[in-house]
């Protein structure tokens, strides 16, 4: 690890350039909280190695969960390995990893190394599969990766409009399709993530538009291990705390619910008009895409169709798709 300071002062803690070093003391493993309310949740298991993000999202809940903007990174590495593996040990099936809930999995990697770390310390595990989610065009490092089918990279995915507007410091529309390709290329497999989906005049074209663009840049669809559709919801402690900079506007200015589980989100006919229009756009392409909704209610599943679809529920669904790609991996030995 390169170029992080072991003493923080108070600018470098408000400096999303700055990476701190910390020592963790919690658990480095657990599982999605999800949410409440009756939403559905996929079963994903997080590891966190390092906390914060060098970009900057508008609509990003990290704002209200941490109290300083500079990331933070576990250097007791050797205790997250002790952890992991004794709970892998103990844990009877597939399981789903991403490093991505409390930070960009990628793109403080050249300073960091942490995910080719954690990629290493999983390989021996034949019934783990990791993905590294990320909004940047990180690519060079993964090349350490020693086995690239036990990885997904995960891309978050927007519209060129809502990134200009949103999405602060990260790669371009162009960029992260440039780096999903040289991903296969060597080896990995891919997901992609909309998530949040604004509703605004001419999402719908231009949501189509980037669904076109993962058809342009995957030939092999098999190597799309799934991609997620949520509509934007949020905190209300982030509208709080955005007005309090005056930067609410773009994106709490629509109509919004509270919902079951706390969270202001888009009423239910905007979500179903949504999804039905995503699941259209997927479809053209490729009938059997491996998409699902995040953290969406059973009555949306329903009368959208995907309950069909999915009918032992998220995280089995999930885990037949983890297997599959797997099971290639493990063909190629
Ligand atoms: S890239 Fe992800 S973690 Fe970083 S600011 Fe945006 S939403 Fe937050």
């Known amino acids: 690890m390169e170029n992080i300071s072991m003493t923080p002062d108070s600018t470098s803690r408000n400096d999303r350039t700055a990476i701190i070093r910390s020592t963790h003391r919690g658990e480095f493993w657990k599982a999605c909280p999800g949410t409440t309310g009756g939403y559905l949740c996929c079963g994903y298991q997080i590891i966190t190695p390092m906390i914060g993000c060098g970009m900057y999202c508008s609509y990003c809940i990290l704002q209200v969960y941490f109290e300083n903007e500079s990331r933070v990174v576990f250097e007791n590495f050797d205790d997250l ?20 809930e409390f930070t960009d999995s990628l793109h403080a990697e050249e300073r960091t190394g942490l995910s080719v770390a954690v990629a290493d310390l999983l390989e021996a595990w034949p019934q783990v599969i990791v993905e590294f989610k990320t909004k940047s065009a990180v690519v060079a490092p993964l090349a350490k990766i020693r086995r690239p089918g036990k990885v997904i990279i995960g891309y978050s995915l927007n519209t060129p409009r809502m990134i200009a507007l ?30 949040p989906i604004f509703y605004y005049d001419g999402w719908e074209e231009e949501y189509r538009q980037v669904v076109d663009m993962i058809y342009e840049t995957v030939t092999d669809v098999k190597k799309i291990a799934w991609c997620s559709l949520g509509g934007f919801r949020s905190n209300p402690a982030l509208k709080t705390r955005l007005k309090e900079r005056q930067q609410h506007l773009p994106l709490f200015s629509g109509e919004m619910i509270i919902g079951a589980d706390g969270k202001l989100r888009y009423f239910r006919p905007i979500r179903s008009a949504i999804y039905r229009a995503m699941q259209e756009a997927f479809f053209r ?23 069909g679809r999915i009918q032992n529920g998220l995280p089995a669904y999930l885990d037949d798709r983890a297997r599959a790609l797997l099971s290639v991996e493990a063909g190629r030995g």
Request: charged share 30%; hydrophobic share 35%; net charge negative.
């Open 166 to 195: 949103m999405e602060r410091n990260t790669a371009s529309l162009e960029e992260r399709f440039k780096a999903a390709r040289q991903c296969l290329e060597m080896g990995f497999n891919v997901a992609f993530h909309f998530d």
């Open 285 to 307: 392409h490729q009938p059997e895409a491996p998409i699902y909704y995040c953290m969406e209610s059973p009555e949306i599943w329903e009368e959208t169709g995907m309950i």
């Open 81 to 100: 390995r002790r952890e992991i593996n004794e709970k892998l040990s103990r844990w009877p099936g597939i399981v789903r990893f991403g490093t991505g």
